[in-house]
């Protein structure tokens, strides 16, 4: 078994009860199985960034899990399919979208994962949770940078 990681994943909905979505995948991500919930994000409302539709809410979560990256990306691509989420094109508004930010130290660039997330240090609805539960993984000019994106905690 290999020894656990402090992982951070980004969650958004903004389609069906999109606040409930949100809870509820807090929620299953907890409940699994090689991982452990270290830090939960108050629960934030932003407008679409490089999307459409109506508002997101977002959180952050910090866990530790025994999982490979690339298997707590199945897992969370299956939370997702379960939530019906569905990718008729990039950037499409989601029931559910759960992205993995940080995966302990790792840099991982494949296909498939890229760690850590490319887009994350252009985020507001990524930068405000994260500094809520990981205030020293995000600096004050990291915040600045994105003081444009319209955000607020709910």
């Known amino acids: 078994m290999r020894e656990p990681v402090i992982a951070t994943i980004g969650l958004g909905a903004n389609l069906g009860d999109a606040r409930q979505a949100v809870h509820e995948a807090m929620q299953a991500i907890a409940a699994w199985e090689y991982c452990q919930l270290h830090a939960a994000s108050p629960l934030y409302r932003s407008a679409p960034v490089d999307s459409s539709g109506p508002d997101y809410f977002n959180a952050v979560l910090q866990i530790s899990t025994r999982l490979s990256a690339p298997d707590l990306l199945a897992h969370m691509h299956q939370l997702e399919r379960g939530a019906g989420r569905e990718r008729p ?21 494949s296909p498939t994962l890229t760690v850590p997330h490319p887009r994350m240090r252009q985020r507001a609805f990524v930068l405000r949770p994260l500094a809520d539960i990981a205030p020293a993984l995000v600096s004050a000019q990291a915040l600045q940078a994105v003081a444009n994106q319209e955000i607020e905690k709910v």
Request: glycine share 4%; net charge neutral.
């Open 89 to 109: 094109y990039r950037n499409a508004p989601r029931t559910l979208d759960l992205d993995l930010l940080l995966y302990g130290a790792a840099r991982i660039d």
